[in-house]
């Protein structure tokens, strides 16, 4: 199928134009692969490469698409933002105060949350349980080890943040206990 220089700049204004993120065509006298680029000066690099393999095919090169056309800046306009946001909310910039008498206990690593030994079983610890001082309250499975977490304090669960089987970071919170 033989394609002149007027269908191939056609078609890549169609794919400029599309979702696509590559299109190949290939025949008996050549093969031709377009791929988008993320930014600007990738794209000019993409477009040029693909120009790069039209002319070792015997097709004269691909010009470079048109230069991007950017609006002006313009001085801003000044706004009066008491009446301007008058009516909305906030946006919240810190996290909840927490109770700074509560103690976190933290995940010494990544992997999956369990709050019970096994399927089936009863969890280590429920909210408003007492645990001591080197207590198992959770496990924490990595890389198929299943390793017991214990209170680093003695008093009372006051919070599990985590569900059975949730995934979990580094240092993330599990739950929180106020101490005796």
Avoid: H, W
Avoid at 13 to 29: G, M, P, R
Avoid at 34 to 62: C, E, H, W
Avoid at 92 to 116: C, E, H, N, Q, W
Wanted: hydrophobic share 40%.
């Amino acid at each position: 199928m033989p394609l002149d220089f007027n269908e191939i700049r056609q078609l890549l204004t169609t794919i400029a134009q599309t979702d696509l993120a590559e299109v190949t065509l290939k025949s008996d006298d050549f093969e031709l692969t377009v791929r988008k680029a993320v930014s600007v000066s990738n794209q000019v690099l993409s477009v040029a490469q693909a120009g790069q393999g039209a002319v070792s095919s015997g097709l004269p090169p691909i010009p470079p698409p048109p230069p991007l056309v950017v609006p002006a800046v313009t001085e801003p306009t000044p706004i009066d933002l008491t009446t301007a946001t008058k009516g909305i909310p906030s946006p919240v910039t810190s996290s909840p105060v927490i109770d700074s008498k509560l103690v976190d206990i933290p995940s010494p690593m990544v992997g999956t949350f369990y709050r019970a030994p096994g399927p089936g079983e009863s969890p280590f610890v429920e909210v408003g349980d007492r645990v001591k001082r080197g207590q198992t309250v959770c496990i924490i499975e990595a890389m198929k080890l299943m390793n017991e977490i214990e209170a680093e304090v003695s008093g009372q669960v006051v919070e599990i943040l985590l569900q059975n089987s949730e995934p979990v970071e580094y240092g993330q919170p599990l739950m929180r206990i106020k101490p005796d």
